[in-house]
């Protein structure tokens, strides 16, 4: 029963993302979406093997052709275009926050290590729309980071608060338990 544990987190960890990825509002070259509020999540209640493992697995999926990027992109392109930075750096959000949180972690070291993941992604969608898009680096931070400032703090502070009661009722959990 273990070994289906292996398989099964990251397979729902990566069906959470690619659904909330869905919920998206184009707003220029970097839409809106719930994906990094799926990643934070999982980050927060998954061990880091499986979360990372969750964020891989959604971005294979992607990359054969699976529609599960936001506005249902799908394609390898989609990993090697202007926004390539924030998918890639997704992986990073994953392990870093996950690693950091506990199942006894407090709402500030959740939020605390949530920022510090979701701040990365901004610096790899930055990156990629100065290097992948060809945009100067104030432009990038005008389309890539700015508008996504309040949403992402709000998105932070619902995973902070939201996770907590997950983790404690999962504790229960032979596989959350160690988390």
Same mark, same amino acid.
């Given at each position: +029963? ?7 987190? &990251? ?8 659904? /909330?990825?869905?919920?998206? +509002? &184009?707003?220029?070259?970097? &839409? ?14 998954f ?10 697995? %959604? ?26 930075? %924030? ?5 990073? %959000? ?20 949530n ?19 060809? +945009?100067?680096?104030?432009?990038? /931070? ?8 309040? &949403?992402?703090?709000?998105k ?10 997950? /983790? ?6 032979? %596989?959350?338990?160690?988390?």
């Amino acid at each position: +029963m273990k070994k289906a544990h292996i398989y099964a987190i &990251p397979a729902i960890g990566a069906a959470l993302i690619a659904v /909330l990825a869905q919920i998206s +509002m &184009p707003i220029g070259p970097v &839409p809106f979406t719930l994906q990094n509020f799926a990643i934070g999540l999982i980050a927060t209640v998954f061990r880091p093997r499986e979360a990372v493992l969750s964020v891989g697995l %959604y971005l294979l999926l992607g990359a054969i052709g699976l529609p599960v990027f936001a506005n249902g992109g799908a394609g390898f392109h989609v990993l090697v275009g202007p926004s390539a930075g %924030y998918l890639w750096f997704d992986l990073v %959000y994953a392990g870093l926050a996950s690693y950091l949180i506990h199942t006894n972690s407090g709402v500030l070291r959740i939020f605390f290590a949530n920022l510090l993941g979701d701040s990365l992604v901004f610096v790899g969608g930055i990156l990629s729309l100065h290097f992948l898009a060809g +945009m100067p680096f104030d432009k990038a /931070l005008a389309v890539g980071v700015i508008p996504f400032i309040i &949403p992402d703090l709000a998105k932070i502070v619902a995973i902070s608060f939201i996770s907590r009661p997950l /983790l404690q009722r999962l504790r229960t959990q032979a %596989y959350f338990s160690s988390k």
